[in-house]
């Protein structure tokens, strides 16, 4: 499986708030999704400008995190900043088709209608106002991007620090086929499944 790609499109409403979203993309990029954030990805010398346009124009899915914020901002246009990123993931997303979900709309803070801009008010988003529901409300965002479900795993919260790597583990299965039965074979099958999606290459199953 192809690793995902998203962009993640907030405002800087507080330091809090971009704290909340850096460790939403750490989640993310522990569960094997290659998620974009300014911060992380955005270095000195880079044109603003392109390094957004080719993101959004790469990203497998959208994710914008939503506040009153953001909305009164991305709703300015062409005002930088989020105005800006408005406009670009709505011409992206005229361009791409309804077969999958594209736009991952998360409502932060407020009330939906008060925190969605006016091109997502027809979209189905996370209320992700509690904390206390953040592990169910990560795996509905990882269903949504990789079209399956995926096991829960306890966040470590809140994150501090740099960006974490990108696996590139590689795992190789070597067993006897004299001895491969089907409860084996069940067991393989279900080790393999724990791999996908991880960033995890399996290089070699041999069988004997």
């Known amino acids: 499986m192809n690793t995902p790609h998203v962009f993640i499109s907030y405002s800087h409403d507080s330091p809090e708030h971009s704290e909340w979203v ?3 993309a750490t989640e993310l990029r522990n569960c094997g999704v290659d998620a974009f954030l300014d911060v992380w990805d955005i270095r ?4 603003f400008v392109q390094k957004i346009k080719s993101a959004i124009a790469s ?3 959208c994710i914008v995190v939503c506040t009153p914020r953001y909305r009164q901002v991305a709703e300015k246009r062409r005002s930088g900043g989020v ?3 408005g406009d670009l993931i709505r011409d992206a997303f005229n361009e791409r088709s309804e077969r999958h979900p594209w736009l991952l709309p998360i409502v932060r803070a407020g009330e939906g209608r008060d925190a969605l801009p006016d091109w ?3 979209r189905v988003y996370i209320d992700w106002r509690d904390d206390k529901l953040f ?3 990560l795996d509905k965002l990882l269903q949504a991007i990789f079209r399956r479900h995926k096991p829960s795993s306890e966040p470590e919260f ?3 620090g740099e960006a974490p790597q990108k696996s590139e583990e ?3 299965i070597d067993t006897n086929l004299d001895d491969f039965d089907s409860e084996k074979l069940v067991k393989l099958r279900e080790l393999l499944k724990s791999y996908l999606g991880k960033g995890i290459t399996i290089t070699e199953v041999n069988l004997g």
């Open 59 to 61: 990203a497998d899915h």
């Open 44 to 47: 000195p010398g880079d044109n």
């Open 135 to 137: 592990q169910q409300h």
């Open 170 to 172: 590689t795992l190789t």
């Open 83 to 85: 105005g800006y990123e």
């Open 158 to 160: 809140p994150y501090k």
């Open 120 to 122: 997502l008010v027809d």
């Open 22 to 24: 850096r460790q939403l």
